[in-house]
Every structure is written in C-alpha cells, then in structure tokens.
Antibody
C-alpha cells in the first residue's frame, strides 16, 4: 500500500523557516516524480513545487520561488520542502503527492494526509 | 500561466440526479485535464485523468469529457457519498487547479 506521511508543520513567525518532510513507503520512491501542493484554510488547491525522480529537475510556483527549496533523499525514501522567509499567506495545509506517471503530464494518484503550517506572530 | 475556471462554484442536487460540473481553461490544454474529489479534512483523490480516463477504483458513475479549453465532469446518478468539493487541474504546463465546486446533497 502506498503511504505518504508528512511532518514538520507548525506555528512559525513571519520571516521564519520550516522544513517539511514526507516519508514514502509501499512503492519504489526513486522511480517517481514528487510534488508539494498546498491549501490555505477554506481555500482551493495550489501547486507549489515538483522534483523529478533523481532530483535533477525542479520547478516552483512563482509565489514561492526563491524562498522554498524542494529536495529528496531516495536512500531514505523522503521528500523535503525547506521553507524560508515565510509570510502569512503561506499559511496552509501542505500535501506531498506522488505523480502518477501515466497522465501525460502532472497528476497525483497518491497524497499524504497533509501537515499544517501557520505563519503568525 | 493557465487559468482554470470552474462552474458552478457550488450546487445542490438530489440522490439519483445527473450532475455536471464545467471547467474552462484560459488557453487550449489539449486533453491534459484531471479531476479530483476532496472531502472535508481529507486529501484529494484522483477521479479522472487525461480528460476522460477513469482512475482505478473510481465508480463508473463518474465520467469526464472535453478537449481544448472546455471540459466536464459528470456524475450519472448522484449518491450520498458524492458530497464533496471537486477540482479540475490542468497538466499541460505548470500545474494549476480550478477554484473548486462544492457539491451538496439535498
């Protein structure tokens, strides 16, 4: 069974930093592109970042580029999102999601349960 | 960036009704369109990919159609468990989602 378990969320002050982790199991992690998608309270889904299977290709949404860094450790089956210079508008549930590999583009057939990041003083 | 617009933003329907949700892209995305279902407090679930392909395990009452800029998600016979918010997502370029359609059961 595919499992994605996020951790690392919490309360952080504006301008602060936080690192999210996503532990993967039940599949060959090193074979899949992975993504971060966020959802502000009561709002819709917003794609944040993606990384290819070996970490050599990375993309970011304009809203986080230069502040967030996605990475992965295939030996540890773990995806990361390092977030810095956090703003109130970064407050959201952050989901890690596995790319299906069969949509012809990015689509997500497995999701974690999400971890809440709250940016507030 | 490609903007995705869903309509309606919310709707209420009865068990057994046929329900259609529309998604429009700001430019042609061929058939790179996916649909998700999200229930409160839960992660989204993939329903439809590539505009009309049913994801494994998804009931056959769900179907998708469209190409270019206009797409639809149809539930042929609404069930109580279909109460949820539905999102479209384009995978033609940098991913983006529609704003969501909240479906309630009367």
């Amino acid at each position: 069974e595919v499992q994605l378990v996020e951790s690392g969320g919490g309360l952080v002050q504006p301008g602060g930093s936080l690192r999210l982790s996503c532990a993967a199991s039940g599949f060959t992690f090193s074979s899949y592109w992975m993504h971060w998608v966020r959802q502000a309270p009561g709002k819709g889904l917003v794609w944040v970042s993606r990384i290819n299977s070996d970490g050599s290709s990375i993309s970011y949404a304009d809203s986080v580029r230069g502040r967030f860094t996605i990475s992965r450790d295939n030996a540890r089956n773990t995806l990361y999102l390092q977030m810095s210079s956090l703003r109130a508008e970064d407050t959201a549930v952050y989901y890690c999601a596995r790319d299906s590999g069969y949509c012809g583009g990015d689509c997500y057939n497995s999701w974690g349960q999400g971890t809440l990041v709250t940016v507030s003083s | 960036d490609i903007q995705m617009t869903q309509s309606p933003s919310s709707l209420s329907a009865s068990v057994g009704d046929r329900v259609t949700i529309t998604c429009r892209a700001s430019q042609s995305i061929n058939r790179f369109l996916n649909w998700y279902q999200q229930k409160p407090g839960k992660a989204p679930k993939l329903l439809i990919y590539a505009a009309s392909s049913l994801h494994s395990g998804v009931p056959s009452r769900f179907s998708g159609s469209g190409s270019g800029t206009d797409f639809t998600l149809t539930i042929s016979s609404l069930q109580p468990e279909d109460s949820a918010t539905y999102y479209c997502q384009q995978s033609y370029s940098t991913p983006s989602f529609g704003q969501g359609t909240k479906l309630e059961i009367k």
